[in-house]
T-cell receptor, first 116, second 114 residues
């Protein structure tokens, strides 16, 4: 079955510390991979995406993610967290055959808290 | 700036009273999605339009309907809201091309059912 797992429901880090949010997926082929961020009461904003090519992708707000095929993972990282990064983070995957399936499979999200 | 707009941002309706939420986009994307998101949960896809082609999720209640009169607008109709329908409703769009179909979200409409 196709699924996305975000093992950490909630993480708290200190401002300035590094961050890694985990995402593992189960899919029949290498899917398209996405990370979204959601601030309280807001919609979701795309942080970064991976379709093919370089397995280390850069996104907005200083985030990056690394695709590891052998581990079926797409972990999100940031070297130095800012208080404004406190939010909910969702990992999502989609079919590489976009013409047949335009839907995303979502993880349950990781809530990030930032201590001053 | 090109964007996805949802109106209203907050909607209060009474139990059983029909309500319509609207979404518009200036991105000229061919796919529009409606999601329901409850507190501390992932978004749940209700349905989506690929151009004029309507695609309903199997577990979407019949109480939820959608209309897409043109490329730019999409509406979510809840015919008889129940207390369990109180949630954030998110509209998203994407442009499905080979190699790219990330979704862009509006700010959401928070629905309260009294």
């Amino acid at each position: 079955a196709q699924s996305v797992t975000q093992p950490d429901i909630h993480i708290t880090v200190s401002e300035g510390a590094s961050l890694e949010l985990r995402c593992n997926y189960s899919y029949g082929a290498t899917p398209y991979l996405f990370w979204y961020v959601q601030s309280p009461g807001q919609g979701l904003q795309l942080l970064l995406k991976y379709f093919s090519g370089d397995t280390l992708v850069q996104g907005i707000k200083g985030f990056e993610a690394e695709f590891k095929r052998s581990q079926s993972s797409f972990n999100l990282r940031k070297p130095s967290v800012h208080w404004s990064d406190a939010a909910e983070y969702f990992c999502a995957v989609g079919s590489p055959w976009a013409g047949n399936n335009r839907k995303l499979i979502w993880g349950l999200g990781t809530s990030l808290g930032v201590n001053p | 700036d090109a964007m996805v707009i949802q109106n209203p941002r907050y909607q209060v309706t009474q139990f059983g009273k029909p309500v319509t939420l609207s979404c518009s986009q200036t991105l000229n994307h061919n796919v529009m999605y409606w999601y329901q998101q409850k507190s501390s949960q992932a978004p749940k896809l209700l349905f989506h339009y690929y151009d004029k082609d309507f695609n309903n999720e199997a577990d979407t209640p019949d109480n939820f309907q959608s209309r897409r009169p043109n490329t730019s607008f999409c509406f979510l109709d809840i015919r008889s809201p129940g207390l369990g329908d109180a949630a954030m409703y998110l509209c998203a769009t994407s442009r499905v091309l080979a190699g790219s179909y990330e979704q862009y979200f509006g700010p959401g409409t928070r629905l309260t059912v009294t």
